[in-house]
């Protein structure tokens, strides 16, 4: 298994929620690796992604300012760190891994996903 994604749960409106993505060890350190979730009936939507070396981050727009993305580097993994979730947020949430550098935002352009985490905000 290259990626692992925990951490999800039901929370309420205004609430923090912390992803981490364990990658193994080839992964992490050297792709771009990024969290993208997927809501009943949506289309899979870019949300963060970290360059290999943690230099460079992008954000979706609509999590742009609440959610964080970072590496444990003691941990090879990915962590998102959600504030201010809202009940728009709510969603099953996937880490990714890209050859790609500079803006990986596109589905296509992931080689390794992980299994997925699911996000509930109540209101």
């Known amino acids: 298994v290259q990626l692992q994604a925990f951490g999800g749960g039901l929370v309420q409106a205004g609430d923090s929620l912390r992803l981490s993505c364990s990658a193994s060890e080839r992964i992490f350190r050297t792709y771009t690796l990024a969290w993208f979730r997927q809501a009943p009936e949506k289309e899979r939507e870019f949300v963060a992604s970290?360059?290999?070396?943690?230099?460079?981050?992008y954000y979706g727009d609509t999590v742009k300012g609440r959610f964080t993305i970072s590496r444990d580097n003691a941990q090879n993994s990915v962590i998102l760190q959600m504030n201010s979730l809202k009940p728009e947020d709510t969603a099953v949430y996937y880490c990714?891994?890209?050859?790609?550098?500079?803006?990986?935002?596109?589905?296509?352009?992931?080689?390794?996903w992980g299994q997925g985490t699911e996000v509930t905000v109540s209101s």
């Open positions: 970290i360059s290999w070396n943690g230099a460079t981050t």
């Open positions: 990714a891994a890209s050859k790609l550098t500079g803006w990986a935002r596109r589905v296509y352009e992931y080689h390794y």
